[in-house]
């Protein structure tokens, strides 16, 4: 079982829709990323974040320590935000990221 | 300008020849990165440089060797290539490590062993 898990894998919906991304991990972190992958490859930092909540232009992420849960929403959902979106970790006890699997999110018109 | 970049962004080679990767950063960062990505699209860590110095060295094939020859340089160079070294890899970097800061990517240079 990996320590970052994501849900849902896939997820395609229609434009202006309301999105949900989860990730919920297993191990203690000192902070939580949110990536974006568009589909010619490169990849863009969204979040970081430890605590609460954070928000910018249409994208908000939350994060609960105590339940080991993080949620990336999507407001008025455009074809543009199609991409894969990656969760990943820095555990307290190291210096590394554990990356999830990602969840490829597909918004058509 | 380009806040991460890396150099090329495709490689075709054939099996066990020798090529690097290269990357440079200007955002005054003092932690730069290697990531790996396969097929399967899932990222995971190589070597991580702080200020010049090795401080994240995974279980990657003395093959892979990694040089920063100054803080906004962290270089990949890759011997005797294998077919599963295809892959896309990244370089990252951020300020005070990664409980400090957020990373910034490269483009991504796609390598591809025939």
């Known amino acids: 079982k990996n320590e970052v898990e994501q849900s849902p894998q896939n997820l395609t919906a229609q434009e202006g829709e309301f999105i949900t991304i989860n990730c919920s991990y297993s191990?203690?972190?000192?902070?939580l990323h949110w990536l974006q992958q568009h589909p010619g490859g490169g990849i863009v930092s969204l979040f970081m974040?430890?605590?609460g909540k954070k928000k910018h232009g249409r994208l908000i992420a939350t994060i609960n320590i105590q339940e080991k849960h993080s949620s990336l929403h999507i407001t008025a959902s455009h074809p543009r935000d199609s991409a894969v979106y990656i969760c990943?970790?820095?555990?307290?006890?190291?210096?590394?990221?554990?990356f999830g699997e990602g969840t490829q999110l597909t918004v058509n018109p | 300008d380009t806040a991460v970049s890396q150099t090329p962004k495709y490689l075709v080679t054939q099996m066990g020849n020798d090529k690097s990767i290269k990357c440079e950063q200007n955002?005054?960062?003092?932690?730069m990165y290697w990531y790996k990505q396969d097929s399967k699209k899932f990222l995971k860590i190589m070597f991580s440089?702080?200020?010049?110095?090795?401080?994240i060295n995974e279980t990657v094939p003395n093959r892979f060797s990694p040089k920063s020859p100054d803080k906004a340089h962290l270089n990949l160079h890759i011997n005797s290539l294998e077919l599963g070294d295809s892959a896309v890899y990244f370089c990252?970097?951020?300020?005070?490590?990664?409980?400090?800061?957020?990373?910034?990517f490269g483009e991504g240079s796609r390598l591809t062993v025939l």
């Open positions: 990943a970790v820095g555990k307290t006890s190291g210096s590394r990221l554990t």
């Open positions: 974040l430890s605590s």
């Open positions: 191990v203690g972190i000192s902070a």
């Open positions: 955002l005054g960062h003092d932690t």
């Open positions: 440089y702080n200020n010049k110095e090795l401080i």
């Open positions: 990252a970097s951020s300020l005070g490590g990664l409980r400090a800061g957020e990373l910034f």
